[in-house]
């Protein structure tokens, strides 16, 4: 029979660690699928729709295949207004975006701006490889590069520190009494 007292605290213990992990990956997941729902929600546009928008007054910057209207943020930008003029300009903003580093924090904060995206994407330096790869008749076998795996063994812990709690308080506690 199972003591209540013990199965209690056993949880009581393990509660702040499961939490923690819980919350993350739910907030991790939820996070993802406001975003894929707005994108599901969002106009599409053309590349050429967002050069009609690079002023002062009216400012949209097209960002891994991402429409953003940054109007409201030019004053606000660390780098200044003219950085984000001049990537608006450029077309597509996505490597004067990358190159600079920015924060997990500016990452979130692009969601608020999100408009919509760009119908038929291709990334610049995807066009770039494809093009060299077709005008290219000598073919190199180098290795591919495997994608990097995003496991997070945290909620694993806590389920193996969870059943060796609850094996403890069970089947060694029946044997102490």
């Given at each position: 029979?199972?003591n209540?007292?013990?199965?209690?605290?056993?949880?009581?213990?393990?509660h702040?660690?499961?939490?923690?992990?819980?919350?993350?990956?739910?907030?991790?997941?939820l996070r993802?699928?406001?975003?894929?729902?707005?994108m599901?929600?969002?106009?599409?546009?053309?590349?050429?729709?967002?050069?009609?928008?690079?002023?002062?007054?009216?400012?949209?910057?097209?960002?891994r295949g991402?429409?953003?209207?940054?109007?409201?943020?030019?004053?606000?930008?660390?780098?200044?207004?003219?950085?984000?003029?001049?990537?608006?300009?450029?077309?597509?903003?996505?490597?004067?975006f990358e190159?600079?580093?920015?924060?997990?924090?500016?990452?979130?904060?692009?969601?608020?701006?999100?408009?919509?995206?760009v119908?038929?994407?291709?990334a610049?330096?995807?066009?770039?490889?494809?093009?060299?790869?077709?005008?290219?008749s000598v073919?190199?076998?180098?290795?591919a590069v495997?994608?990097?795996?995003?496991?997070?063994?945290?909620?694993?812990?806590?389920?193996?520190?969870?059943?060796?709690?609850?094996?403890?308080?069970?089947?060694?506690?029946?044997?102490k009494?």
């Amino acid at each position: 029979m199972i003591n209540t007292n013990q199965t209690l605290r056993f949880f009581l213990l393990l509660h702040p660690l499961f939490s923690i992990s819980v919350s993350l990956s739910l907030f991790s997941k939820l996070r993802t699928l406001i975003c894929e729902d707005i994108m599901a929600e969002a106009k599409k546009f053309s590349a050429s729709d967002v050069l009609l928008h690079t002023t002062r007054d009216d400012c949209w910057l097209l960002i891994r295949g991402k429409v953003y209207d940054v109007t409201k943020f030019l004053d606000d930008h660390p780098g200044g207004e003219e950085v984000i003029l001049q990537a608006s300009a450029s077309g597509d903003a996505t490597d004067a975006f990358e190159t600079v580093g920015h924060s997990s924090s500016a990452e979130t904060m692009m969601e608020g701006y999100l408009i919509g995206s760009v119908d038929g994407y291709v990334a610049p330096n995807m066009a770039a490889e494809s093009a060299s790869r077709d005008s290219s008749s000598v073919k190199t076998n180098q290795p591919a590069v495997p994608p990097t795996s995003s496991f997070n063994p945290l909620p694993l812990l806590v389920i193996v520190l969870a059943v060796a709690a609850w094996y403890y308080f069970t089947v060694l506690s029946k044997n102490k009494e």
